[in-house]
């Protein structure tokens, strides 16, 4: 199956830099957005590592087989799903090894959303509040749940919509890359149909707009994916642009 991609990143209206990354490895069919947290410039940093060692394994392990990989695989999953775990994982390490070697670097992190294809299959993982939501039918659904307090509270009081907008502690996530030096990385894996459109967000833009808002956008872009991809950041800053924004757009064809 046939993958059409776009990406963009921008810094927002209230910060005075960009601490995303995304990375968009057609060859590899891989797609990732990270989302980098830490004082001064230690969120890009790790934002970076991450996506930088994500994109490594893969290139690593593309043509040999053989190679070793740095975990083992977890047998309950997939090939697709294990390939972007152990992937992560290994981001997971390195943005920790980064984070000890320095003080300037002690606490930072990343949270990341990650998408693999094959002819049939999206497998997604993801660690911390960075989501994925699939596109089908004329519906959208997200398909990840965010490694965040108030998904907790979520969980285990009925919030109205009054108390999760003025929830205090927003912003805390549970679950990050680089808090320690292991990991544990949610995956799960898709049947592919055609006209899917996977996009993969940091909370700069699922924070500033609701899922709806975010279907009408790459509906009204007519198909064209970058359109879909700077319409969204736009309205992102339009309803205030508190955060750094970051989103991928992947349809199967």
Excluded at 206 to 226: K, R, T
Excluded at 237 to 244: A, I, M, S, V, Y
Aim: charged share 30%.
């Amino acid at each position: 199956m046939k993958l059409q991609h776009a990406g963009l990143t921008d810094v927002g209206r209230k910060r005075d830099h960009n601490e995303d990354n995304l990375l968009m490895q057609p060859e590899d069919r891989l797609f990732v957005v990270c989302d980098g947290m830490g004082g001064h410039a230690s969120g890009e940093v790790a934002s970076q590592i991450a996506c930088d060692r994500i994109s490594e394994f893969f290139r690593n392990t593309r043509d040999d087989d053989e190679i070793t990989w740095p975990y083992k695989e977890d047998h309950r999953l997939s090939e697709i799903e294990n390939r972007l775990a152990v992937g992560i994982k290994w981001g997971n390490l390195s943005v920790f090894e980064k984070s000890t070697s320095s003080i300037k670097f002690k606490g930072m992190g990343t949270t990341c959303v990650s998408a693999l294809f094959s002819d049939s299959e999206c497998a997604v993982a993801h660690v911390g509040d960075s989501r994925c939501y699939r596109i089908r039918d004329g519906g959208i659904e997200q398909i990840t749940e965010d490694h965040s307090l108030l998904n907790d509270y979520k969980k285990l009081a009925q919030l109205s919509p009054d108390e999760i907008k003025n929830f205090p502690h927003k912003n805390i996530i549970t679950r990050a890359l680089g808090m320690k030096p292991s990991v544990q990385v949610d995956t799960r894996i898709d049947k592919l149909a055609p006209g899917d459109i996977y996009l993969l967000c940091c909370d700069g833009l699922s924070g500033e707009l609701e899922s709806e808002e975010m279907l009408g956008i790459v509906q009204n872009a007519n198909g064209d994916l970058e359109v879909a991809c700077s319409e969204l950041i736009n309205q992102a800053n339009e309803h205030g642009g508190r955060d750094n924004i970051t989103v991928i757009l992947v349809r199967a064809g």
